[in-house]
């Protein structure tokens, strides 16, 4: 049997379901992000980070399958990612952490990840 992966150990798919549930309906409200995303096309965001987060954390390739390689930085060059947008995608993502009881291990280590990932799709760097 294959090692078991980060995406079993946290709950496999339901897990990750509720994360970007829990997820978009902050960002929905929120009046700097929500403008950004797809007003006609809401569920198909939340299918592709779901599956993107699935995979990368070793679920299911669908994700790579339905859009091919994640070039995330390149996909989000249409969106003006300052530090303003950064902070407040952190903001849902956090509050939606939250929402899923891990151990404080299993929080550290997605946690890492997407406050890194936030980061490197900052791409507006307003001087002071
Ligand atoms: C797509 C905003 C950070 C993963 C999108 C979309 C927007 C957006 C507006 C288009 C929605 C869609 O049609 O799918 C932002 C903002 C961020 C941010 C404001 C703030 C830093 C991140 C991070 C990740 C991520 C950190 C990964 C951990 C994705 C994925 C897609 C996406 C996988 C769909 C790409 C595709 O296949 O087309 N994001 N994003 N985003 N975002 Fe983000």
Redesign the pocket.
């Given at each position: 049997p294959s090692a078991r992966t980060f995406y079993d150990e946290v709950g496999g798919a339901p897990t990750f379901t509720r994360l970007v549930a829990h997820f978009y309906a902050g960002v929905r409200t929120d009046p700097v992000?929500a403008p950004?995303?797809?007003q006609d096309?809401w569920a198909?965001?939340e299918v592709?980070?779901r599956?993107?987060?699935e995979q990368?954390w070793g679920g299911p390739t669908t994700?790579s399958q339905q859009?091919g390689h994640?070039r995330?930085r390149m996909?989000?060059a249409p969106?003006a990612?300052g530090p303003v947008?950064?902070d407040?995608?952190?903001t849902h993502?956090r509050a939606a952490v939250d929402s899923l009881g891990l151990s404080p291990e299993q929080d550290a280590t997605l946690w890492g990840?997407?406050e890194m990932?936030?980061?490197?799709?900052?791409n507006r760097f307003p001087a002071d």
């Open positions: 992000l950004l995303y797809p096309d198909g965001a592709r980070l599956g993107f987060l990368y994700y859009r994640p995330l996909r989000h969106f990612i947008e950064r407040a995608w952190l993502m990840y997407l990932a936030a980061r490197s799709m900052q």
